[in-house]
Every structure is written in structure tokens, then in C-alpha cells.
């Protein structure tokens, strides 16, 4: 058993939060390209999230990555943006939770970001 004493924990997804897909969406941001399960990819970095996550890093918070599409892609992500002395910890995103507290519910922060406009 894993025991994580961290007493502030922030995840962040991989698609769609720190890289963005819809490149016609931002024609002027920079663009990446990370090694997938098909190839190289080329990606926008969502800079406001990547900053967010920094910052949280910075003032001690936990940071954990994780991704739908798995613990290998979740890592080439967080190791091409650079963020390798911000995360501690990447793995799958969990499919379930099971909680006292609805869906949505029982988070102290919360952040979303539209992935067309950044806008909260």
C-alpha cells in the first residue's frame, strides 16, 4: 500500500488541459511535438494550466499528472512540456471514485479552463 501524506493534493489531466489539440484554435501558439502510441504529434501547450501548476508546485502542494490515455502518455507530456521538478507523481486517470460527496463536489479548488478559449 501506497501511503501519501502530502496534506495538499492538485491533479492535473494531460488532453485538453496541459496540451491542447484544436491547433487551428490557436494559430499563434507556440506548438510541441511529443512522441505517442502512433507517431509524433504536434501540440499547443495550455500555458495558463502549465503556469497554474508551477505555481501550486512552487508553494508545496502535491502535483499528480494523469491521463485517460494512460501512465506512458501522461509522462512523455509532463517530460517533452519540461515539468519533470513540478510533478510527483503520474499515472492513469482513475475511471471511478467512490465518495460520501457527489461528482463535483467535495474539491476545496477547482480550476477549469475552456481547451478553445482558456477562459475560466
Known sequence: MIVNKAPRIWEFDVDNTLILWNLSGFPTMERIVIEGVKGKVELVPHTKNINLMIKLSKIGWFIRVHSGSGVEWASNV??????????????????????????????????????????E
Do not use: F, W
Open 78 to 119: 509532463v517530460c517533452t512540456l519540461g515539468l519533470e521538478d513540478y510533478v510527483d507523481e503520474v499515472c492513469s486517470k482513475p475511471l471511478g471514485r467512490t465518495d460520501d460527496m457527489p461528482a463535483g463536489d467535495g474539491y476545496a479548488y477547482q480550476a477549469y479552463r475552456d481547451p478553445n478559449t482558456g477562459a
